[in-house]
């Protein structure tokens, strides 16, 4: 088969995240190891490659053609360079300074990154917020996953409204209020300009509910994005203050990513998107999350 195949790698990735994750006895030199080889196949889906291609991640045929998909992306091309040199140090015989937790943290850091780039490459083909399924769905990422990808999304499209709408509530489920709080006010005076709903929103609003109830949602809203994400920004901490945060990471969102994350359609964007998901989900393994049994708590949350 021609291009990248999820089924054919799932036994290598399987290994490749229980050696990084899941293996109290490995060492810190060879999960980074590790890490470097999982990002071999990162690359291999990005640039959808084979099996039988031949990848490291300093070849100079995959460095530039990972340059020319991603318009040579900082996150990506320093991401990869770092565990490139990482993944060197650690294999090679010569490099014999102690290698601990701070090193393996950052070359962790690095592998989120990559995750990020997967969706960042999505969502400048297909417009964040397009798809309401597909924005639910993005929502069973880890929340450093998710503000990952909206700071770099933020940054490039200032006024989509779906990206502010978002990203305030992922600074909060990484950072903590504080941090929301200092984006809100260093943000503020855009985010008064913008409206709260767009007129794409208004027309929406309009065939989903009729012109009067469309009118009374519009006149009721929030005056405009900085006070929608301060109300926001609030109940959502007040929720977590008082339930806790629905999830931290892979293992604890796996369980409902299987029971609720897959997107139904057979549109490429659905495609693609699910297909995303199933990879970055790929080998993880699910631990007890309680809070899941309880979801109505967390419909703020959204």
Partial sequence: MNGFN???YKSMVNDLINDIFYNETGSDRGKI???RQYAEVIVRKILNLSHTEYVTLGKREIVNELKRV???NFLLMDSLNKLRIW???????QYINEVGQEELEECKSSLINLYAYLY????????FGKDLEILSSFSILPPIVRYTVLNYLYKKYPN????IDKFGLAILKAFGKIESKQWLDENKELLKELSCISEEGKEALIQQHGELIAQNIIENAPKDMYELCLDKINDVEECINT???LYKNFEEAIKLYKEKGHVFGESDEIKEFNSIMQFVYLGRE???????QDLDKYMILA
Wanted: aromatic share 8%; glycine share 6%.
């Fill in 87 to 93: 993944g060197n140090d650690t294999t090679h015989t």
């Fill in 120 to 127: 960042i490459h999505y969502f400048e083909k297909y417009k």
């Fill in 286 to 292: 699910a631990i007890q999350n309680d809070r899941l």
């Fill in 70 to 72: 991603s318009s040579n």
């Fill in 160 to 163: 989509n409204l779906d990206v």
């Fill in 6 to 8: 999820e089924e054919s």
């Fill in 243 to 245: 339930n806790g945060l």
């Fill in 33 to 35: 190891s590790t890490i």
